[in-house]
């Protein structure tokens, strides 16, 4: 399944990367989030115009079972890892399941965009697939996490637009 999500932001393009790439910016945004229960920053670094990372999620549990088995929290978490390109205003990730047979079953990755949208406004455009490797269920998996996901991804930009109001205010 090809997903694509756009957010627009009340700062330029460079101000919107910083933020969303900023060293920490999870564990920020994390408590004006009700539909994560965890976050956090495993790795972060900065070279040549890159910034890289690995940030740790664990959603609030919403699929509780499929079918008959029960489906444990920890399957749902799972590791972003990142790279930004801050000359370009692109950026690529892999969500990879922490739970190793989750991980062999479902693949996501894709790309952010980050463009100027007029005076003092960005647009984050978030295009990837979702991929659910099981006979028959596997369409009905995507659907359920996509329309999941699209919360947490809404709940997050709009969490991250707040954050950058306040600082504006700030300045």
């Known amino acids: 399944m090809k997903y ?32 994560v229960q965890e976050a956090e920053t495993l790795s972060w670094s900065e070279s ?5 990372r690995k940030v740790r999620y664990l959603p ?12 444990e929290p920890r399957w749902m978490e799972w590791i972003e890892e990142s790279s930004l390109d801050v000359k370009s205003g692109r950026a ?7 739970t190793h047979k989750v991980a062999e079953l479902l693949k ?21 697939e979702l991929k659910v490797e099981v006979f028959l269920l ?11 996901a699209k919360e947490i991804v809404e709940e997050e930009a709009a969490a991250l637009a707040r954050l950058i109001q306040e600082r504006n205010a700030r300045k």
């Open 4 to 35: 694509r999500f756009e957010h627009e932001f009340p700062c330029d393009r460079d101000t919107l990367m910083s933020a969303m790439f900023e060293k920490g910016v999870v564990e920020v945004l994390k408590p004006r989030m009700s539909r």
């Open 60 to 71: 609030v549990p919403k699929i509780h079972s499929v079918g008959p088995k029960k489906v």
């Open 48 to 52: 040549a115009g890159r910034i890289t």
């Open 108 to 128: 996501n990755h894709g790309d952010v965009e980050f463009v100027a949208a007029g005076p003092g406004r960005a647009k984050r455009i978030l295009s990837g």
């Open 138 to 148: 596997g369409a009905i998996a995507e659907r359920v996490i996509h329309s999941y």
């Open 92 to 98: 690529h990730y892999s969500n990879i399941p922490t």
